[in-house]
């Protein structure tokens, strides 16, 4: 009995871990293969992904019966488009995620994928056509080939070389001791936050998905490593409707569409440019961030003087 209890507790943390901090939701289904609270309804089909268009629904929701973490949310992401979402820490914007990923079910309306309440389709096939690019990718303890290979496992090399090379990390694996196959993860070669991001952009261009969820770092990265993430990203966003959270708002300027999060409501919504011009909460932020950035170049600029 305590054999057998240990892990099974020790699965429960993990998945809760996770779950809360939206780290790698993909992997974390096949690892551990843990019952979660979500069911497949009896006899449910597969989700058939057309183009992968994505809608909330007047969607509420709350973990607990006390409170409401999202309060009667709706919004399309049309196929191929990219739908940014911004807000203070706790607005609710990695919920928006889970509940697509359906983590959870939610309290009130629906989350529909080209038409199809995700609740009524097979958990497996949702998640098959979702691409998931978190903020921390935790990597397998294996080989630099694997943890690329794992978006597709019956890619080949020259698919898994590709993908790299796409995420802009090929260039980097070949100066890792045995190249593709270094081993990495905990007990490997340990990466930079912005090598594992890349990772994950390689893993996700090989999964090939037809909506991809982004949550954007919120740790600085150096401006050519930025650089470099930014392109990748764009390939990986490139005609796929694209869900993303962004903490830096010059990286959504061309989002088709920006809601901007409070407390669980949405409180504007439009592109950059619309927003700017209702001199708002969205407007403040950008003034807020533009001044952060202004502080930080003249503080260089007085480094590089002195
Ligand atoms: P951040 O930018 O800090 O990541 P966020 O906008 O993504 O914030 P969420 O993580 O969606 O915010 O959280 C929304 C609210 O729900 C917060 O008040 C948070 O404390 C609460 N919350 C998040 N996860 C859970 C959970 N597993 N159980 C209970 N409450 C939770």
Redesign the pocket.
């Known amino acids: 009995i305590v054999q057998l209890y240990v892990p099974l507790n020790w699965f429960g943390t993990y998945y809760?871990a996770i779950?809360?901090n939206?780290v790698d939701m993909e992997n974390m289904f096949d690892l551990m293969r843990v019952d979660s609270d979500v069911k497949d309804a009896v006899g449910a089909p597969e989700l058939l992904v057309r183009r992968g268009g994505v809608e909330f629904k007047h969607v509420s929701f709350?973990?607990?019966p006390e409170?409401l973490?999202?309060n009667n949310i709706s919004f399309k992401v049309a196929p191929g488009s990219t739908v940014a979402?911004v807000?203070?820490?706790?607005?609710?914007?990695?919920?928006?995620?889970?509940l697509l990923f359906r983590f959870y079910d939610v309290n009130e309306g629906a989350v529909l994928v080209d038409g199809q309440d995700v609740r009524t389709v097979t958990q497996v096939s949702l998640r098959a056509n979702i691409g998931v690019v978190p903020q921390d990718t935790v990597l397998f303890n294996n080989t630099v080939r694997y943890n690329i290979q794992y978006g597709r496992l019956e890619a080949s090399s020259a698919d898994v070389i590709a993908a790299a090379k796409n995420a802009d990390i090929h260039d980097r694996i070949l100066t890792f001791p045995d190249a593709y196959d270094t081993q990495v993860g905990e007990r490997g070669l340990r990466l930079s936050g912005g090598e594992k991001q890349r990772i994950a952009i390689a893993r996700t261009l090989l999964k090939d998905p037809a909506i991809v969820l982004l949550?954007e770092a919120?740790s600085a990265l150096d401006t050519n490593t930025e650089r470099n993430i930014q392109a990748a990203l764009s390939r990986v966003c490139a005609n796929r409707t694209t869900l993303i959270?962004a903490?830096r708002l010059s990286t959504i300027i061309h989002a088709d569409e920006i809601l901007v999060?409070k407390e669980?409501e949405i409180i504007e919504r439009g592109n950059h440019e619309m927003l700017l011009a209702q001199n708002g909460f969205y407007a403040s932020m950008w003034q807020q961030q533009l001044e952060a950035r202004n502080n930080n170049n003249n503080a260089n600029n007085n480094d590089n003087n002195a």
């Open positions: 809760r779950q809360k939206f709350g973990y607990g409170r973490v999202l979402l807000g203070p820490s706790g607005a609710g914007k990695s919920t928006i995620m889970r949550d919120t959270i903490h999060l669980g």
